[in-house]
T-cell receptor, first 115, second 113 residues
Framework: DQQVKQNSPSLSVQEGRISILNCDYTNSMFDYFLWYKKYPAEGPTFLISISSIKDKNEDGRFTVFLNKSAKHLSLHIVPSQPGDSAVYFCAAIAYSGAGSYQLTFGKGTKLSVIP | NAGVTQTPKFRVLKTGQSMTLLCAQDMNHEYMYWYRQDPGMGLRLIHYSVGEGTTAKGEVPDGYNVSRLKKQNFLLGLESAAPSQTSVYFC????????????FGQGTRLTVV
């Protein structure tokens, strides 16, 4: 049973417009959320994160929103640039006992920014 | 400034062969992870370690073994490779405390024929 869901496998956006990537989760124990960006033939790189005690976190063109009641988070990229074209993974962290934490990823959304 | 380094980058194995993937990190991180990425499946956790000498199973551990004899190294072993283990493998590491970002290696593309 997938605990972190990214229901859109792909998204196309015009350069300069807003990109909105969505993520839903089912495990109420998740209390820290992250977005990663992955280019082909490279490892994922950390983009932005948010704690469950917040509902918004901003870093330049990237903003993550968290709606705990809906178990939903989204990543907004404004304005979108061709270099943002990549696969974006949503991830969530929960305490799994005995002092350890587990990081769970969604399946990813491929973003294409069209010049 | 190496970060997380995976060895090798590519490998082709025959069914039944064994191999070990090496992950090394130079950030003094406590936590290390092995993931596999398959088309349409995202990143799935194979095994992880919260410190030197400790390992634990993740979501898809069958067919793999791991060892963390030194803090900076995390080894992933395939004792008898199967075509279903054809995948891209990523190692990652993070600081202790859990609620922090993980840093990934560049990946190992493994093909089992």
């Amino acid at each position: 049973d997938q605990q972190v869901k990214q229901n859109s496998p792909s998204l196309s956006v015009q350069e300069g417009r807003i990109s909105i990537l969505n993520c839903d989760y089912t495990n109420s124990m998740f209390d820290y959320f992250l977005w990663y960006k992955k280019y082909p033939a490279e490892g994922p790189t950390f983009l932005i994160s948010i704690s469950s005690i917040k509902d918004k976190n901003e870093d330049g063109r990237f903003t993550v929103f968290l709606n705990k009641s809906a178990k939903h988070l989204s990543l907004h990229i404004v304005p979108s640039q061709p270099g943002d074209s990549a696969v974006y993974f949503c991830a969530a962290i929960a305490y799994s006992g005995a002092g350890s934490y587990q990081l769970t990823f969604g399946k990813g959304t491929k973003l294409s920014v069209i010049p | 400034n190496a970060g997380v380094t995976q060895t090798p980058k590519f490998r082709v194995l025959k069914t039944g062969q064994s191999m070990t993937l090496l992950c090394a990190q130079d950030m003094n991180h406590e936590y290390m992870y092995w993931y596999r990425q398959d088309p349409g499946m995202g990143l799935r956790l194979i095994h992880y370690s919260v410190g030197e000498g400790t390992t634990a199973k993740g979501e898809v551990p069958d067919g793999y073994n791991v060892s963390r004899l030194k803090k900076q190294n995390f080894l992933l072993g395939l004792e008898s490779a199967a075509p279903s283990q054809t995948s891209v493998y990523f190692c990652a590491s993070s600081r202790a405390g859990g609620r922090t970002e993980a840093f990934f290696g560049q990946g190992t593309r493994l093909t089992v024929v």
